[in-house]
């Protein structure tokens, strides 16, 4: 029996697979793969909720339901914990402004924006190229757990900032870091998952981002009453390193579970076998295109169809209105009302609210094939919003 070597082992974890060694032949065959026949529709069956919410549906075979079971645990967590840390900072920059950042670094004018503003500027020039990276085979297992590393790094460098001019570059740079994040994770998860297990599964990975937005208020209140003035740090500069110390333990988790897109590993570690990635490919075929490298005959496709228009000014027309600095800087304002803690607690609450939607939305609308009318009632939604500014601006 070989001795046991210790950086072998590493290096066989570490290295990247060859594609031309993969195998399209299950190794073990005497596993049932196969699914069950699914039950005949009825109308009564789009009353069924269970249905329609449940991850691993009864007439899946038990190999692929375990298959599922270890995707939730190892590759979608990763991702939504991830998204996590995005909202999460990004909620924390204008917490963080209306809980003493802006008195102690003297910001007297649109810094706040300008933050906002050196953000945006990262993650929309970086977007389409790191995004294309997460697809080539050299760069899909690690490119998303090495923006969750800098990430951190970065947000930690928030808490050690003395003037604007230090987090207008830092803001910077976590716009490139982060600008993979969202897209990256959709390319991941069709590569792995069908339309309707992607659906289902969609409104969670929105709730993590929405949850993340929910704790920052919370965190802030916990950092001002516990942290503020140790180690002669502000309360919020600590809520800063508790975001980046999150961070680093998400990458971390990321490095050990995280395998990359089934096109681009044979198998990885004792979570996902060699026969686990053969299935997450077969399951797949015909249903989806894994990523191949870009020519020119693919991107005139690509800029001929009007979807990527479309979707890209309706996209620019969501972020006009996205930014949730507007109640924290107007219940700021009303320090004749609220107290710091009071503000950054409503900040928790508000967003607390809106958790459970967005984890049911997605699926409940996909099932009922009512996406149409859900997008009918976002418009709405927003149009009392502008009714609520409009009021405003008459009171005035």
């Not at 007297?108 to 190229?129: H, S, W």
């Not at 050990?256 to 570690?269: D, N, Q, R």
């Not at 609220?338 to 607390?352: K, L, P, R, V």
């Amino acid at each position: 029996m070989s001795k046991w070597n210790p950086f072998k082992a590493i290096w066989n974890f570490v290295k990247l697979d060859d594609a031309s060694t993969f195998k399209t032949e299950y190794i073990d065959k005497s596993i049932d793969r196969e699914r069950k026949p699914k039950k005949e529709t009825t109308k009564w069956s789009k009353w069924d909720i269970f249905e329609a919410l449940t991850w691993y549906p009864s007439y899946y075979s038990k190999y692929e339901r375990w298959f599922l079971f270890k995707f939730d645990v190892f590759i979608f967590f990763f991702f939504a914990a991830s998204f996590y840390t995005k909202y999460l900072d990004q909620a924390n920059i204008s917490t963080a402004y209306v809980a003493g950042m802006k008195e102690e670094l003297n910001l007297k004018g649109n810094e706040l924006n300008y933050f906002n503003t050196c953000y945006t500027v990262g993650f929309a020039v970086f977007q389409i190229p790191i995004s294309i990276l997460i697809t080539r085979p050299e760069y899909s297992r690690y490119l998303m757990v090495v923006c969750e590393f800098v990430w951190g790094a970065l947000t930690l460098c928030n808490a050690f900032a003395h003037k604007a001019e230090h987090i207008y570059v830092i803001r910077f740079f976590v716009g490139v870091a982060e600008a993979c994040s969202f897209p990256a994770t959709y390319v991941v998860f069709s590569s792995y998952l069908t339309d309707e297990e992607l659906f289902k599964r969609a409104g969670w990975y929105g709730a993590f981002s929405t949850a993340g937005s929910a704790s920052s208020g919370s965190l802030q209140t916990r950092t001002f009453k516990s942290l503020d003035g140790v180690n002669g740090l502000s309360g919020w500069r600590w809520q800063f390193i508790i975001d980046a110390v999150i961070t680093f333990g998400i990458a971390l988790y990321g490095f050990l579970f995280y395998p990359g897109i089934p096109s681009t590993v044979k198998k990885f570690g004792v979570v996902f076998s060699e026969d686990d990635l053969i299935f997450a490919r077969k399951r797949l075929e015909g249903k989806v295109s894994f990523p191949k490298k870009f020519t020119w005959k693919s991107i005139k496709e690509t800029f001929s169809t009007w979807q990527i228009y479309a979707c890209t000014f309706l996209w620019v027309c969501h972020h006009q209105t996205f930014y949730d600095s507007t109640t924290k800087l107007y219940l700021k304002s009303r320090k004749d009302i609220y107290s710091q803690s009071e503000i950054t607690d409503m900040i928790t609450y508000i967003g607390i609210v809106g958790i459970l939607p967005a984890a049911l939305f997605s699926p409940l609308a996909s099932y009922y094939g009512k996406i149409p009318i859900a997008s009918l009632g976002f418009q709405i939604w927003n149009g009392t919003n502008l009714l609520q500014l409009d009021s405003y601006i008459m009171q005035r």
